[in-house]
């Protein structure tokens, strides 16, 4: 079973620049992660999608930060403009059933790492 | 609110030594517990969790870990670790009702030959 891919693995940018991130789930997983991990910290949730609805994106910082999951599948995350502290890993993770609870394990990819020159 | 205090930031150990990472927690409703383990450049894998019953869960690569109520704990401990398990620990917590995790800010075990 293939796992969850991202891409780009790395991206550098400057400052005011966009920025779009890719990630594919692992088949048939209804529902999608995205977290933010800066170095030092543990990740922190950014977006949780199920199928192609979002469920809590209270912790996105919507004036920059935007996500989409096109048809319940792909999802791509969009920083316009960029920060200096936006530098990070951005993970994308799915887990299997329709409910996103605390009991479905969640499959991490191997992330985006951005720097923002 | 809930929140997860890993109380070590870095953690060296000889191989075959044992091993214990700790993990705090705190949260007002009844809680899901995890490990997670990121090798470098990798995503992070699950080690194991704590849903309910047995306090004393066992997981991959020969973890375990003991969810602690009183004390509110859930520390991750392995008997004899190996070279390549060195690797960075995050422990986290979800709740009832909650959907994410909160993750602490990570342990790296560095096992020495």
């Known amino acids: 079973e293939a796992g969850v891919a991202q891409s780009p693995r790395y991206k550098i940018i400057e400052k005011r620049q966009s920025v779009a991130f890719w990630c594919n789930p692992i088949?048939?997983?209804?529902?999608l992660y995205w977290y933010q991990q800066i170095l030092g910290q543990g990740p922190k949730l950014l977006i949780q999608?199920?199928?192609?609805?979002?469920?809590?994106d209270s912790q996105l910082p919507k004036d920059r930060f935007s996500a989409e999951r096109l048809k319940g599948v792909d999802s791509t995350l969009k920083i316009q403009p960029a920060k200096l502290e936006d530098s990070a890993v951005y993970l994308c993770?799915?887990?299997?059933?329709?409910?996103?609870?605390?009991?479905?394990?969640?499959?991490f990819g191997p992330g985006t790492r951005l720097t923002v020159l | 609110a809930q929140s997860v205090t890993q109380l070590d930031s870095q953690v060296p150990v000889f191989e075959e030594a044992p091993v214990e990472l700790r993990c705090n927690y705190s949260?007002?409703?009844?809680?899901?517990l995890f490990w997670y383990v990121q090798y470098p450049n990798q995503g992070l894998q699950l080690l194991l969790k704590?849903?309910?019953?047995?306090?004393l869960v066992k997981g991959i690569n020969g973890f375990e870990a003991e969810f602690n109520k009183s004390q509110t704990s859930f520390h991750l401990r392995k008997p004899s670790v190996h070279i390549s398990d060195t690797a960075e620990y995050f422990c986290?917590?979800?709740?009832?009702?909650?959907?994410?995790?909160?993750f602490g800010s990570g342990t790296r075990l560095q096992v020495q030959p």
């Open positions: 993770a799915s887990s299997s059933t329709g409910s996103g609870g605390p009991t479905d394990t969640q499959y």
């Open positions: 088949s048939g997983h209804a529902t």
């Open positions: 999608f199920q199928n192609n609805g979002v469920v809590d």
């Open positions: 949260s007002s409703v009844s809680v899901y």
């Open positions: 704590y849903l309910s019953g047995s306090t």
């Open positions: 986290a917590v979800t709740g009832a009702g909650r959907r994410a995790l909160t």
